[in-house]
């Protein structure tokens, strides 16, 4: 059964205001942020990208989708942090590659992780999805380990190919001032809880994972894409 963005609230003990779940916070051309892992779970439940160790770096990821029944291009688009352009800066560019309505892609920070060749850097597009993770999967190939979001306050900033800010999704406290700009759809999770900050609807609000369905994170495994072509399972 799919839960609404007022039946999340209302397991949480927050009041929503009552809005379109179906219709995607962000237009058309533009791919969603539907789930950020910032703060990777302690022990072996951390190994968000199946590597078979558990790393506060390594195992952090962002997942886009298309939520638009139309093609979308990612090329030019960039995910960046507060830091972007200075020290322990989280930031990638995609390279040319199309994404299919309700297709996902997963953003791995990397910090010097091998990963299968046929995973995608910002020079190369991936060249087929992961089965492990049913999606497009790129890495950052962040280089040092405080290249990496901060769990105590940070944000995942989506920018178009001019550099306009799209979406950004912000957690916790920064000094730094947010992106500003003309239709720039700002966004905060509802509830954080121990894992990612998911979506469910592409209409809804971020909320922790565990609030969805209990687990921590599930790159790749978005129920919102199984929702778009009729093969929701429950997730």
Request: glycine content about 14%; overall charge negative; proline content about 6%.
């Amino acid at each position: 059964m799919l839960i609404t963005s007022l039946a999340i609230a209302a397991t949480i003990g927050l009041t929503q205001p009552e809005q379109d779940d179906n219709t995607p916070k962000v237009e058309f051309p533009h791919p969603l942020i539907t789930e950020i892992l910032a703060v990777v779970p302690k022990g072996d439940g951390g190994d968000a990208n199946k590597d078979g160790k558990r790393d506060a770096s390594t195992d952090e990821f962002v997942e886009l989708m298309n939520p638009h029944d139309e093609d979308i291009e990612l090329g030019g688009y960039t995910l960046s942090d507060r830091n972007a352009g200075g020290q322990g800066a989280v930031e990638f560019t995609f390279p040319s590659m199309t994404l299919k309505p309700g297709e996902v892609v997963v953003v791995f920070n990397g910090n010097g992780e091998k990963f299968a060749t046929h995973v995608g850097t910002e020079q190369a597009q991936a060249d087929e999805q992961d089965e492990a993770f049913g999606a497009w999967v790129f890495v950052m190939e962040n280089s040092g380990q405080f290249a990496g979001f901060s769990n105590k306050g940070d944000w995942v900033l989506l920018s178009d190919p001019e550099g306009k800010p799209i979406h950004v999704v912000s957690w916790g406290s920064f000094k730094e001032k947010l992106p500003t700009g003309e239709g720039l759809i700002k966004e905060q999770p509802v509830d954080g809880g121990d894992g990612s900050m998911c979506r469910y609807l592409v209409g809804g609000p971020i909320v922790g994972h565990s609030a969805l369905d209990g687990r921590k994170f599930s790159p790749g495994e978005h129920p919102i894409s199984a929702k778009m072509t009729g093969e929701d399972q429950g997730r």
